[in-house]
């Protein structure tokens, strides 16, 4: 007899050959298979799972961000992979990002679930038969979207070109194998790149279906005790995020797209290409259409009673784990993160306006004075202060480089999703704050039709049957932001696609900046990798002035166009003879 364990279920190998039985005994509460299949509690715990398997904070890169391998910010985190992955370190058999044996341990969970947990033999409800129905539904829902999220980060991960030009995805599975199939190498093939989106919209519709678009109120099927399940905006959500990918330069194959070196390509079917953002525009105004008006951008920390109606999918936990890993060190931190100089010159000036352009007002001996309100919100720097107290970055002072060990190696540290709570981290009287951990949310939402929609019909150019523009979402997000951009956005738009088209690149760098976009964003747009991430130091001359010197603080070795990719895991590649990506 199999037996299952409650929320700890065994994962799956890819070979699931190599596995003698997929789901071992444990020591105790064990249950077997009569008792999973028939004891609701149980039979949604293996569901669960799926969930429980998704990160659950944002620095969940060996206690990193994902910026940290991108020109956004190094780690002073030394012992990380995540330390050295931004020389390049990054090969098959040894990859730091490699998710493939999660995702495949959830889908079977998921098809497990999907196969014997929605059957009549498990009530969820015994006191009403149309209650026990909405929750079968509910969790059916729940279902389709957590294998459109696996399949996504699949496809986010291993997605992409290979050696003789084609676009492939990953192995799409919808089902539990037999042992006969299981154990047959030659079943495993990597499906294209498109038919992995079609399989992931098909999840995200049959989700949108069955799921309640939020959860409110005291229902105890689609009540407020709910929330954190998927829901039908989180669906759409998903869905249009996948189209964004799915239409960009990366990830078509080389009759429409090829790559003529690092940072730059050449469309090749441009009837194709516009197409595949058409496409992702629609997707995307779809999901607006039910998603109404967007907030200003969420960098702190909420009380985790009320979710802000931003967030479309969310984790929240209730500690300091990251004020830990991320206060500077005169804070009793760890000052893991340094955000770059590279990231501080994304941020505009108030008016809109790139730092350093006419009209922009930016004056290099007073650098932060006027700036976007948003770089407060993500980044702690030099006057700044933290829990009431403010920093000092001038070399000799107690946040600069070479103050702690730990010390800022960039003249900067993170302020984005940390506690503002006053001496938080007092040794004698810690004190812990609610995070949220937003996977999903509207502002990004927006950020997607708006790539999409400049990409279909340009700037100006509104949507078939619908009022909005790339350049009207810009202007939206730049006024809920606090910006008065209107005039130099109408300029930008002035000029063309490809000028707000880079517009657009910033404004999601910036937007969404330590929430793990970049380093992909990066990559689908086939954007250069190698740039050196560069710092600030701060001096006071004789005069008591400050002088802000820039500085490369680390290079960044993705010097090849096979680092648009990531390697498939080597013992799949070996195992089930799959296709590797370009270059591997």
Known sequence: MKKYTFYSLLFLCMSIAACEDILEP??????????????????????????????RQFDSYGNNFLDVATDNAVTNNYGSAFYTIGGGAISSPSNPLAIWGDAYTQFRNIHMF???????????????????????????????????????????????????????????????????EATNPGLFKRNTYQECLDQISRDCDSAAYYLPT??????????????????????????????????????????????????SFTVVNNATYLANWEKAAKVSYEAITQLGNFSNLIAKNYNAAATP????????????ALETRNYPPSYLGSGFT??????????????????????????????????????????????????????????GGKDAQGAFPQATRTGYYLRKWLSDIPNMLDPESPQNDHHYHVLLR?????????????????????????????LSVLKSIRTAAGLNSDDYLGEVAGQGKSAFRALIQNERRIVLAFENHWFFDMR?????????????????????ALQYNKYEVEKRGFNDVRYYYLPLPYDEVVKNQLVNNLGW
């Open 442 to 470: 509207k502002t990004e939402v927006y950020l997607n039709f708006a790539e999409a929609a400049n990409e279909a019909w340009g700037p100006t150019g509104t949507i078939p049957d619908g009022n909005i523009s790339a």
């Open 524 to 544: 689908r747009w086939l954007l250069p990798l190698n740039n050196p991430v560069m710092g600030v130091k701060i001096t006071r001359d004789t005069n008591g």
């Open 26 to 55: 444990k020591v105790d509460n064990t249950y077997g298979d009569e008792d999973t299949w028939r004891l609701p509690e149980k039979a949604e715990g293996v569901l669960l799972n799926a969930y429980a398997n998704i990160d």
């Open 309 to 320: 109606s931003e967030f479309l999918f969310r984790f929240y936990h209730n500690n300091r």
């Open 214 to 263: 939020t959860y409110a109120g005291e229902d105890q099927i689609v009540g407020s005790a709910q929330i954190g399940r998927a829901t039908k905006l989180a669906a759409l959500a998903l869905k249009s995020r996948a189209y964004t990918y799915g239409a960009s330069p990366a990830y078509q194959p080389n009759d429409v797209t090829q790559i003529t070196g690092m940072g």
């Open 338 to 395: 340094g955000p770059s100089q590279n990231l501080v010159d994304a941020f505009p000036m108030k008016n809109g306006r790139p730092i350093g352009t006419p009209l922009s007002m930016y004056d290099p001996n007073s650098p932060y004075a006027g700036r976007d309100p948003r770089l407060d919100s993500t980044i702690l720097r030099h006057g700044g202060s933290l829990g009431g107290v403010p920093l000092d970055m001038v070399l």
């Open 114 to 180: 999907m196969e014997k947990g929605l059957g009549e033999n498990i009530i969820y409800n015994l006191t009403s038969a149309t209650t026990n129905q909405q929750h079968k539904n509910r969790l059916k829902g729940e279902a389709f979207f957590l294998r459109a999220w696996w399949g996504f980060k699949l496809l986010q991960h291993y997605g992409g070109k290979t050696n003789n030009g084609q676009a492939l995805g990953y192995p799409i599975i919808t089902r539990i194998l037999t042992d006969q």
